[in-house]
């Protein structure tokens, strides 16, 4: 027996609730009618696609980076759940820069009892990050057991498995930043130099501003000639695959010091053995960067300069520069601050200083308490941080 004992022209239309043709064929020609409320639909539809493309890619790199982490923890023998923190911060230092991480200790790096609790309360994690000598490879050599006792001394440093070398320092980065990664659960992490003044209190308050944003890539962004000429600084030798001859950088940070979200150093970490090194460092990060869903943050309070500035008062002598450079012969001679110093009493005491034609603080460490003196945030700030 058919399904219809009449044709489907010939059914009572009124037998189907709510099927009133008349009514849907006015909804039918309202739509045809309301471009903008289809475009609205589409537009909402698209939002909700990308929104959970976002969700999807956030999940694939948690996945990636905890599996990274496993890998990591299964090779140490260890499987302890990861330290939260606020944020990591690596110092750059080498095997001969011993005075300049004591002019930092007595300075701006908390120690001993101190720095585990800034630790503990803030989540603020500072590290001097070093590799091993090329000595070590053969059970360890002179430099290697001095900074051994240093470490015993201290602890605080982040020991990388990498061999030192002033031409390995992309190396250095990618395995710092996976080191890190695999030792703390942070929202960022930074690396800086250890010839840099830091006031770590500024550098929280700064870095809170971009908690909830996913993808952040932070410091003084910066652009210059790609150098093809053999012998000279910063000489870029794939200086071709950048154009032709002539041409800038990419903008990123510059070296001396930048931060990145969790989710950037995951994925330097997760994609570590593929990513390509180039001469210069902070290079090399940003070109890791320039092809990702990144947000460029250029924070010009982390390239405050140390040496004197335009800045001047008609008034004795008050700086320590100015004692320093006899700048201020008379009471009434002019006194010319260093840019950190008359931002910081402006009331915006930067996060970083350091002189642009040392790529650090020249001699920093004759230097580094007295620019701390001038440029330093107080204490109260550093502990007053709410991270």
């Not at 080191?179 to 960022?188: C, G, S």
């Not at 041409?247 to 950037?264: E, M, P």
């Not at 450079?325 to 402006?346: H, I, P, Q, S, Y």
């Amino acid at each position: 027996m058919p399904l219809l004992s009449a044709p489907i022209s010939t059914v009572d239309k009124t037998s189907a609730p709510g099927c009133d043709d008349s009514r849907v064929s006015k909804g039918l020609a309202g739509e045809r009618h309301d471009p903008k409320g289809i475009m609205s639909e589409v537009s909402k539809t698209h939002h909700a696609i990308r929104s959970l493309d976002k969700t999807v890619s956030s999940l694939e790199m948690e996945l990636a980076v905890e599996r990274a982490r496993s890998g990591v923890a299964g090779a140490a023998g260890s499987s302890k759940a990861l330290q939260k923190a606020f944020v990591v911060i690596g110092i750059n230092t080498a095997f001969s820069s011993k005075k300049r991480r004591d002019s930092l200790r007595e300075t701006l790096v908390p120690s001993g009892e101190k720095l585990r609790r800034l630790e503990k309360e803030k989540g603020i994690v500072v590290r001097f990050v070093i590799g091993r000598s090329g000595a070590a490879e053969g059970g360890g050599g002179a430099a290697d057991r001095a900074l051994d006792a240093e470490e015993a001394e201290h602890k605080d440093f982040l020991r990388l498995d990498h061999v030192e070398g002033y031409h390995e320092l992309s190396s250095k980065t990618r395995i710092y930043f996976a080191t890190a990664v695999a030792t703390w659960d942070a929202d960022f992490y930074v690396k800086v130099d250890d010839d840099v003044h830091l006031n770590l209190g500024m550098l929280a308050t700064r870095l809170a501003k971009y908690r909830a944003r996913p993808r952040v890539y932070v410091g003084c962004m910066k652009s210059g000639p790609v150098l093809s000429q053999r012998g000279v600084k910063y000489h870029e030798p794939e200086y071709w695959k950048f154009g032709d001859v002539g041409n800038k950088y990419f903008r990123h940070a510059t070296g001396q010091i930048y931060a990145v979200s969790k989710d950037l150093a995951a994925y330097i970490s997760v994609n570590q053995p593929i990513l390509h090194r180039f001469a210069n460092e902070d290079v090399s990060v940003g070109a890791w960067l320039i092809g990702l869903e990144v947000e460029h943050v250029d924070d010009r309070s982390m390239c405050c300069a140390t040496p004197p500035g335009p800045y001047a008062e008609p008034r004795a002598c008050r700086s320590l520069f100015a004692h320093a450079m006899r700048a201020c012969l008379t009471g009434t001679t002019a006194v010319r601050f260093a840019d950190c110093e008359w931002k910081k009493r402006a009331g915006n005491v930067c996060v970083a200083s350091f002189d642009w034609s040392c790529s650090g603080v020249c001699r920093s460490v004759d230097r580094m308490k007295l620019i701390h003196d001038a440029c330093g945030e107080d204490q109260a700030a550093l502990w007053g941080v709410a991270t």
